[in-house]
């Protein structure tokens, strides 16, 4: 009777051990309480060697993301390297056109620019539209995608609380299963 007890054990034992054994990794729940930081981030890759003279206000756009939201990050892509985002400059007005969520090109307008309309102010505004956020017109300063509407002085680059929650809400999924973005429906969306 001990001898099957014992016996049983080490099965349970072995079985329980086995992928570790074989290499695979397992993946546990994390406790309730554990910060979300220890959560796998969805990354999302940019290219902004088209950015021309709005370079720093494009990486400090994606550093402004980075710093607000935990599900997403935005990375520069490697030399070589595919990237989801691709932001070039243009004598346009500053639009976003995404292809699926975290995918797409960014203009960052000079007309925009031109006009007085701060350059990481924008680069956090359109990036926004990237992570599934849209115009939300007419918009005080303190909501990052008002755009325009909030005004040449505002010069606020910061998503708000909502905005935060929102792209939270988009890749939250998306960080626990994959590291890609999941598909959604193109959207052009000019501001």
């Known amino acids: 009777m ?3 007890t014992l016996t049983g054990g080490i099965a349970a034992a072995l079985l329980m051990s086995m992928p570790l054994l074989s290499g695979q ?5 994390a406790p309730s309480g554990t ?4 959560a796998a981030a969805t990354v ?3 290219d902004a060697s088209g950015s021309a003279e709005f370079r720093s206000a494009v990486d400090r756009g994606a550093a402004i993301w980075n710093e607000s939201v935990e599900g997403v990050e935005m ?3 490697a030399s070589g390297q595919r990237a989801n985002i691709r932001i070039l400059a243009d004598n346009g007005w500053p639009r976003a056109y995404t292809t699926s969520l975290g995918n797409g090109t960014v203009y960052i307008g000079r007309q925009a ?8 102010r924008i680069s956090s505004h359109e ?3 990237i992570l599934g956020l849209p115009d939300r017109k007419p918009g005080p300063c303190s909501s990052l995608m008002s755009g325009s509407t909030a005004g040449v002085a ?3 680059p910061y998503p708000n609380a909502a905005e935060k929650s929102e792209v939270e809400g988009n890749f939250g999924n998306a960080a626990a299963s994959t590291s890609e973005a999941p598909a959604r429906t193109p959207v052009l969306v000019r501001d």
């Open 2 to 4: 001990h001898v099957r």
């Open 25 to 29: 990794a397992v993946a546990a729940d």
């Open 35 to 38: 910060p979300r930081s220890l």
């Open 44 to 46: 999302v890759t940019y």
């Open 75 to 77: 990375r520069p892509a």
């Open 113 to 120: 620019v031109d006009q007085g309309y701060n350059t990481v």
């Open 127 to 129: 990036l926004g539209h």
């Open 154 to 156: 505002c010069t606020n």
